[in-house]
């Protein structure tokens, strides 16, 4: 049966997505103090009168919630009910938020002047900015930002000022909260802050949720956190944190209000402030400690141009609507709604298939510029001519012309690919490569990634000082790795195609059932890495093969999956993309079974597994210099731990890691294509 008939899937380059304004044009054209001190009366949640931060508190401190766990911990500690309503009272004023129109209109001035300087537009779609003025004043809302940069939050509140819409109080870090002077004026906008663990702290774990949950059922403003937990250093989504999702849904889930609106939104960087700064910290340099000195240091950044930003605010999705013949809500009657409890199975995995979908929709409505597929197809070249020992890179014309043939393919995969049309091929690769020319080089007319220097003259009367390999081979990976960061904006569009081209790679032969098993064994591995469903292993294969037949790239058949003629050159493209995560994965299963010393440690892992893969590179041993990022070694680490390979055993203060050799070893054969060693298939064609 031809697979033309046999997939049924939404073409996704029919996906209707809303145009985007640049709200900076206004600002250009505008006195920016007028801006700041303008009116601003946002309509709330039912036209609810807004509650003052004091209002809040107390009715945290007087919640049913509240009391019955200080009755708690009393009888399992015997500790005064008095002296826990005080340490109650405490982490209240620690964490609350307390919004003055004043700080935000101080904001609201400062970063209109910092957006002027620093951003060529900030495009938001103003379609999302009605429907998200629409969910407020119908139901109580949550928003999801991705979270690519310290500057989100800033600009999501920005934002929704900008188009009068009520200020979300945002969770942030107790990070946030050190910084002298910035801190509080956080706090004054919006912002409340948590900490990053609370242990097994049950009274800090009631005012917290009690806190945000108050401020949900209420209406008193949207409630806006990250559901990745932190800034992803990668660019690629993170595995969502679902203890946040879980507050914000219960109040629905027993039945305190009707519904919930959940408002994923994309946020897309063309250049990223903290570009460098992520690529040292995923190479082991400690990451800066948030202060406010380091703020102003920061101020260089002002004289550098950092393109644009593409704001997108997605359809608001319903709670109920998730939870419609998924959830038994009667479960919830048969205890008073203040007694905590552990929630069931059901309603846990509820959560977390939620939260993937959400985050799969956040993925989605990612802007993609131009610079993303001129940066996958200039690593390609330089992993291709590394392995031949040149340093050519591309003309041009021959990289214009690449663009073109990826910028094609990726609009029929879907993408939502920002590329001037109106604009000549040649301009807009030209004005891409300028922006970055931090991570490029055009020399003697040939594009490649600006990993050495020796064109440019030593300066008279400097020192001619050699770096060590080490040295050398760190400088290279600060630019491979900010490369990366940008190659994985694009990374979730090509991701079920490239794994299907993986897999038919791996494949012992071209049955359709045998490239299933090895696209399932090569999905199960990554899905640390990567975001994918659970349970959706046959929908995704589904998908790879309907968008690769679509393409030219394959022929499918009933029984077989048969490349085309013309379908090696994307075949070849999209096993590209994998190879380096690949092979990452394979040299730390090699690093684990060749580790012969005492068991290692959780913490002592990352350290071993950078200076065994230093040593790999430098022999010439490995081929992708981004195994290096330590990302990457704890996805690694984690989906081996998921698979059996290793068991993390707890003894004093550290936890040991215990190997299984053997399935490491076979492990490490089938990610390399000599074994198939997966397990029996759940799920059959």
């Known amino acids: ?107 609201a001035f400062t970063l209109t002047k910092a957006f002027k300087t620093l951003f060529r537009s900030i495009c ?27 500057m989100d939050f800033l600009l999501m509140s920005y934002i929704l000022y900008t188009y009068d819409l009520a200020l979300p109080v945002i969770a942030a870090g107790m990070d946030f909260m050190g910084m002298k002077f910035v801190g509080e004026m956080l706090r004054m906008s919006g912002a409340f802050f948590i900490r990053r663990s609370f242990g097994g702290d049950k009274l800090y774990w009631c005012v917290f949720s009690e806190y945000v949950k108050t401020i949900l059922k209420n209406g008193f403003a949207p409630v806006e956190f990250f559901l990745e937990g932190t800034r992803s250093r990668t660019n690629k989504s993170l595995t969502p944190k679902l203890g946040l999702l879980n507050i914000v849904m219960e109040p629905f889930l027993k039945g305190e209000v009707f519904d919930v609106s959940v408002v994923p939104v994309s946020i897309s ?118 392995a031949a020992g040149q340093k050519r890179g591309m003309t041009l014309d021959e990289l214009t012309a690449q663009a073109v043939w990826l910028r094609d393919i990726s609009r029929e995969y879907g993408a939502f690919l920002h590329w001037p049309d109106h604009t000549p091929p040649s301009e807009v690769v030209s004005s891409s490569l300028s922006l970055h020319r931090d991570l490029v080089r055009i020399y003697k007319d040939r594009v490649r990634l600006a990993l050495e220097q020796e064109e440019e003259q ?27 960061s940008y190659r994985n904006q694009g990374l979730h569009v090509f991701l079920r195609p490239a794994l299907l081209a993986s897999a038919i790679h791996t494949a012992a032969s071209s049955v359709k059932q045998e490239v299933f098993n090895s696209f399932s064994f090569l999905r199960n591995t990554m899905s640390n890495e990567f975001i994918l469903c659970p349970g959706a292993t046959v929908q995704d294969f589904e998908e790879a093969c309907y968008l690769l037949v679509k393409t030219g790239t394959l022929q499918i058949t009933q029984h077989e999956v048969l490349v085309t003629e013309t379908g090696n050159r994307t075949l070849a493209f999209l096993t590209s993309l994998l190879d380096p995560f690949l092979q990452g994965y394979q040299v730390v299963c090699r690093f684990l079974c060749e580790e012969d010393t005492q068991p290692l440690t959780e913490k002592e892992f990352i350290p071993a597994v950078r200076k065994f893969i230093t040593k790999q590179l430098l022999a010439g041993h490995l081929r992708y210099t981004e195994v290096l990022s330590s990302d990457l070694q704890k996805n690694a680490l984690a989906a081996l731990q998921r698979l059996g390979a290793i068991q993390k055993h707890k003894g004093g203060e550290q936890r040991t890691l215990k190997v299984n050799k053997v399935l490491l070893s076979s492990l490490q054969d089938a990610l390399g294509g000599k074994l198939p060693a997966q397990k029996a298939v759940t799920a059959r064609l």
Not at 463 to 484: F, G, H, M, Y
């Open 269 to 386: 960087y063309e250049r990223i402030l903290e570009e460098t700064l992520y690529a040292r910290e995923l190479l082991g340099v400690p990451k800066p400690k948030e202060s406010t000195s380091g703020l102003f240091k920061a101020r260089k950044i002002l004289s550098e141009d950092y393109g644009s930003i593409h704001v997108y605010f997605g359809q608001p999705v319903s709670v109920r609507s998730l939870a419609q013949d998924r959830v038994n809500r009667c479960q919830f009657n048969l205890l008073p709604r203040f007694i905590p409890r552990k929630p069931s199975e059901d309603i846990q995995n509820f959560v977390n298939d939620s939260a993937y979908k959400l985050l799969r929709t956040q993925e989605e409505n990612v802007v993609q510029k131009p610079w993303v597929l001129l940066v996958s197809l200039l690593l390609t070249d330089h992993y291709q001519n590394q």
């Open 1 to 107: 049966m031809a697979s033309e008939t046999t997939y049924s899937h939404r073409d996704p380059i029919l996906k209707k997505r809303d145009d985007f304004e640049d709200m900076l044009e206004e600002r250009r054209h505008s006195s920016d103090l007028r801006y700041a001190l303008k009116c601003y009366a946002p309509v709330l949640y039912k036209g609810i009168v807004p509650c003052n931060a004091n209002m809040l508190k107390s009715m945290v401190l007087q919640s049913d919630q509240l009391h019955y766990i200080i009755t708690q911990v009393t009888r399992e500690t015997g500790r005064a009910s008095d002296d826990l309503r005080e340490e109650a009272s405490a982490i209240l004023e620690e964490m609350a938020h307390s919004l003055q129109l004043s700080t935000v209109r101080f904001f």
């Open 124 to 150: 938001v779609n103003e379609d999302g900015i009605q429907r998200l003025q629409q969910a407020i004043q119908d139901h109580p809302v949550v928003l999801l930002p991705s979270h690519r940069s310290y």
């Open 458 to 484: 030593a300066m008279p009367g400097q020192p001619d000082s050699k770096a060590s390999p080490e040295e050398e081979l760190l400088k290279q990976a600060v630019v491979i790795l900010s490369c990366t």
